[in-house]
């Protein structure tokens, strides 16, 4: 009368979380997208010998890392 339910529980999918870690198409350099500037340009920032070095580039330019 009062057994198990085999019935699965609904489980709820985990939310999708969007990184900022970007690589350029060019050569590959790991980027973080830093904005959306609008007209298809995107502002990005790359360490390069212990600087921090900001550029706009189009939002072709980058790859998902």
Same mark, same amino acid.
């Given at each position: 009368?009062?057994? %198990? &339910?085999?019935?699965?529980?609904? *489980?709820?999918?985990?939310?999708?979380?969007?990184? =900022?870690?970007?690589?350029? %198409? &060019?050569?590959?350099?790991?980027? *973080?997208?830093?904005?959306?500037?609008?007209?298809? =340009?995107?502002?990005?920032?790359?360490?390069?010998?212990?600087?921090?070095?900001?550029?706009?580039?189009?939002?072709?330019?980058?790859?998902?890392?």
């Amino acid at each position: 009368m009062f057994g %198990k &339910s085999k019935r699965q529980a609904a *489980t709820t999918p985990a939310p999708t979380v969007q990184s =900022d870690q970007y690589r350029l %198409k &060019s050569n590959g350099r790991r980027v *973080t997208l830093l904005e959306h500037l609008g007209g298809g =340009d995107v502002r990005i920032t790359m360490d390069t010998d212990c600087i921090a070095q900001d550029d706009i580039v189009s939002v072709r330019d980058i790859t998902p890392a």
